[in-house]
């Protein structure tokens, strides 16, 4: 069965401190993984997508690795700010373009 | 302004009747796809559309319907509305192995 696990299931941090997000998945064929933040009541928003060949990908302070032998990615954040606190959810695309399997997300607070 | 704008925000509606939800993307994007979150559970896909008067089923399709007459909407419709579509309903666009961009949700309560 298709599976996307996250972990942990909720992380509450001090603001600047760094942290890291994981997620294990059972998808087969494999074409991409994606992450997104999702703020409290709005839309999720794109934050990386990576492919088979890639194994690292930042954007600002956002960093996700793959590991595709072993089917674990992670998302590390530095120097966390409060505007962090958010529900990261980690996907992973089969072969095409709508088969989207979501993850249940991690919900990260960042506390002054 | 460019982006995609679901409408309602928020809906009330009883049990039984009929309700549409309204999805509008100023991209041209030819995907657009609809989803519902639960607490507790990931993203749920209801309905996708590779493209104008093309849509497709996704996981949890029973009890809503949909159309896309032109490529900037994707109106979703629940037929009779129940207690368990209670949701929050998103709408996303992109294009072929881009990143999806969502609306910012319709949250539907079903009395």
């Known amino acids: 069965k298709n599976q996307v696990e996250q972990s942990p299931q909720s992380l509450i941090i001090l603001e600047g401190k760094n942290c890291t997000l994981q997620?294990?998945?059972?998808?087969?064929?494999?074409?991409?993984l994606r992450w997104y933040k999702q703020d409290t009541g709005r839309g999720p928003v794109s934050l990386t997508i990576?492919?088979?060949s890639e194994n690292t990908k930042s954007n600002g302070r956002y960093t996700a690795t793959l590991d595709a032998d072993t089917k674990q990615s992670s998302l590390h954040i530095t120097a966390s700010q409060l505007s962090d606190s958010a529900s990261y959810i980690c996907?992973?695309?089969?072969?095409?373009?709508?088969?989207?399997?979501w993850g249940a997300g991690t919900k990260l607070i960042i506390k002054p | 302004d460019a982006g995609i704008t679901q409408s309602p925000r928020y809906k009330i509606t009883e049990t039984g009747r009929q309700v549409t939800l309204m999805c509008h993307q100023t991209w041209s994007h030819s995907y657009m796809f609809w989803y519902r979150q639960d607490l507790g559970h990931g993203l749920r896909l209801i309905y996708y559309s590779a493209a104008a008067d093309i849509t497709d089923k996704g996981e949890v399709s029973d009890g809503y319907v949909v159309s896309r007459s032109k490529t900037e909407n994707f109106p979703l419709t629940l037929e009779s509305a129940t207690r368990s579509q209670t949701s929050v309903y998103f709408c996303a666009s992109s294009e072929w192995g881009h990143g999806y961009t969502f609306g910012s949700g319709t949250r539907l309560t079903v009395v």
């Open positions: 990576m492919t088979f």
């Open positions: 997620c294990n998945y059972t998808v087969s064929p494999f074409s991409n």
């Open positions: 996907v992973v695309s089969l072969d095409s373009n709508y088969q989207l399997i």
